[in-house]
């Protein structure tokens, strides 16, 4: 008889959707959504459903594996959890003795894992060995940089007031594909005379219902979102009054945003400036009116300042105060939840090395070479910067990898030792909303297929045989949530409630009120327009615009977007079609390319050889090819990320993907 059992979802979205996972026979057979987060309401995206697939799949890692054939070729042999743990502590131990702890660099990012399995016991494994730290910046650094600096990372508008809005204005987001649950209450608002505005490049499923769509050239949300600002001040729609009572740095804010008129503003963005003029006169008359600022805007050389400009708006047009008006970004610091104080361990006085600078940091020859790479919850290949720097970085022979995962990664197929983990249904896992405000207790679900095991139980059994145990280390898992939960004001609380129904709500509750319910959560609880320490931080000041890296060799930009297909690289193994290039046919009709044919997408650090699709809804002068691809989906095994810079952003040190410049070549032979 099937057997249903209750979990939750800790995949890299903001709405950790609970569960109900069917098994037959001890097999997980069927995934489903559950009530008890009433904003996931009891459905689930199709990416998580198929999860089944993955779990008993063929890239499934079945037991530890050593490498047999040259790296890349994933040619292994099994052998014994007790060899493999063996090899791999007697590896880093000896890594440590002639190289130094910092020859030593954990990799990970944890889109696939909550706050059970990272920065854990493996936090207290690599801090105690003196290993290099990680800066993980690949996503979400940049806004969450400007959202502390302005706010202090105050908790957003809920999803279930976007009803009351009477403008939703979705800014580099695209919950069509990522963050589902929020389309219904834009849906519900827009039957009740919401407006809607999309701020995307491409014309997504959700642009083109929008009441207005502006699509600005890749990089440019800054100068559109100052030029706005300027709007909003020299047309007197500006709150005045809020702007004295609850903000400081507003007139700093002013001369930044008073060089973008909207026609500066509209030649750098490739638009009119009549766009940017019903874009602000929209904004400025409509009330409620709530912004939902995603992801995208920060994946360029402006992405900490662009994130900045587009948060001051609700602030200087005097947004805040009502239900549906405000913004929402993401939750996961005003939760003031850290795994991190269950590690034991302070972080040592050893170098950071920035996650997006990781082929030049596995370079043979670099400055502090890294001789032991200790990969888990990630998917470097697939997913950072300069592609092809970091296949020749794992390719060293003189390097040992290691990859902790439960798949057959492109990162796994170069590692010398590949570790079976355990999937989030085979193990128990705490899952912290970043959307929505629930955080879930949710116990393994089915037995670990094959050998698989969790990270606890794995860091810290790498811990004892490196000798690095010390009396009072949080051992069980218990034992690391009472650790995570003591220093938190509301931490016996939060407790008690998961131990009681499974879901826990935030201090803030369901649905605040920004200014009313919550406030900033910067010293002053006021909001800092232009905080001094982002101006600092900034190479340029905060608000300066950096100019496009485009040239006449590589004119297009290249953008990697989110799909209804994978969440980030997760999944991946399941997409295992050819994926093709979108191109504008203003774009592929000089060049030759017609519908199909094989092109070649390139610039200085790579190429991709693929299909073209003719694509009207990707804007002229932009290209795209989605992120999260594999191998396997094009011709060259190489992706977007071969395209992509190394460079970092304003603020945080984040990936700089969409500053991609590129041509594209049709190449003879087949065509469409």
Avoid at 235 to 250: I, K, S, V
Avoid at 290 to 305: T, Y
Avoid at 332 to 343: K, Q, R, T
Avoid at 561 to 581: F, M, N, Y
Wanted: glycine share 10%; proline share 7%.
């Amino acid at each position: 008889m099937p057997d249903t059992r209750p979990a939750a979802c800790p995949l890299d979205c903001p709405d950790a959707c609970s569960l109900e996972v069917t098994l037959t026979d001890g097999r997980v057979t069927k995934l489903d959504g559950a009530e008890r987060n009433p904003v996931t309401a009891g459905y689930i995206c199709a990416k998580v459903r198929r999860f089944p697939e993955a779990m008993y799949g063929e890239a499934r890692v079945l037991k530890p594996l050593l490498r047999v054939g040259p790296k890349g070729e994933a040619a292994f042999h099994e052998l014994s959890w007790d060899k493999a743990l063996d090899l791999v502590a007697e590896r880093l131990d000896e890594t440590r003795r002639r190289y130094g702890g910092q020859a030593i660099l954990p990799f990970y990012y944890g889109g696939s894992n909550g706050l059970l399995s990272q920065s854990t016991t493996d936090a207290r494994l690599f801090r105690r060995l003196g290993a290099s730290n990680l800066d993980r910046t690949v996503c979400a650094v940049p806004t969450g940089r400007a959202a502390e600096g302005l706010y202090g990372k105050m908790a957003g508008v809920s999803y279930p007031d976007y009803v009351h809005a009477r403008l939703i204005v979705a800014w580099g987001v695209n919950p069509t594909v990522s963050g589902i649950h929020l389309m219904p209450f834009i849906q519900e608002a827009r039957k009740h005379g919401a407006k809607l505005a999309v701020i995307d490049p491409r014309r997504t499923r959700l642009a083109r219902r929008a009441d207005l769509h502006v699509a600005p050239h890749p990089g440019t949300d800054l100068p559109l979102a100052l030029a706005v600002v300027n709007l909003l001040f020299e047309n007197g729609w500006a709150d005045e009054a809020f702007l004295e009572e609850q903000t400081d740095g507003a007139d700093r804010l002013r001369r930044a945003a008073a060089e973008w008129n909207p026609h500066k503003a509209a030649s750098i963005c490739r638009i009119t400036p009549l766009e940017i003029e019903q874009l602000a006169r929209l904004y400025a008359e409509s009330s409620p009116a709530v912004i939902r600022c995603g992801w995208g805007l920060e994946r360029n050389r402006n992405g900490g300042s662009a994130a900045a400009a587009v948060l001051v708006l609700p602030a200087v047009a005097g947004k805040f105060g009502v239900r549906g008006g405000g913004y929402t970004l993401s939750n996961s610091g005003a939760w003031g939840l850290s795994a991190e104080a269950s590690a034991g361990e302070p972080k040592p006085a050893v170098r950071t090395v920035n996650m997006n600078e990781l082929g030049k940091t596995l370079a043979p020859g670099a400055h502090t070479p890294v001789k032991a790479l200790f990969v888990y919850n990630c998917n470097p290949l697939a997913t950072m910067p300069e592609q092809e720097k970091v296949r020749k970085g794992l390719e060293r022979e003189d390097l040992f990898t290691v990859v902790f995962d439960p798949f057959l990664t492109d990162t796994a197929r170069y590692a010398d030792v590949v570790l079976p983990a355990a999937t989030f249904l085979e193990r128990r896992e705490l899952v912290k909303g970043y959307g929505t405000s629930a955080l879930q207790l949710s116990e393994a679900a089915a037995a670990p297929v094959g050998e698989s095991r969790t990270n606890h139980e794995v860091f810290a059994e790498l811990v004892r045989r490196l000798g690095l145990a010390r009396p009072g280390d949080a051992e069980t898992e218990d034992e690391v949530l009472r650790a995570i939960f003591a220093p938190h004001p509301e931490g016996g609380r939060l407790a008690a409630d998961l131990e009681r129904a499974g879901l826990a709500e935030a201090g803030w509750g369901t649905a605040p009120v920004q200014f009313v319910d919550v406030f900033p959560l910067t010293p002053d609880r006021r909001a800092h327009l232009f905080p001094d320490e982002l101006d600092r931080e900034a190479p340029e000041g905060l608000y300066a615009y950096r100019p496009d890296p485009g040239d006449r060799r590589h004119p297009l930009a290249l953008i990697s977007p989110s799909t209804d297909k994978t969440i980030s690289s997760s999944l991946g193994q399941l997409r295992r079609e050819a994926v093709p290039l979108r191109i504008h046919p203003v774009d592929a009709v000089p060049r030759g390319i017609a519908d199909g044919d094989r092109v070649r997408v390139h610039n200085d650090s790579g190429e991709v050889v693929c299909r073209a699709r003719i694509d009207p809804d990707v804007r002229a002068g932009v290209v795209e090819l989605p992120k999260g691809l594999w191998s396997h989906n094009t011709e060259n095994g190489a992706t977007a990320n071969a395209l992509a810079p190394d460079t970092l952003t304003d603020l945080g040190g984040g990936a700089c993907f969409n500053d991609a410049r590129v041509q594209v070549t049709r190449l003879d032979g087949e065509s469409g």
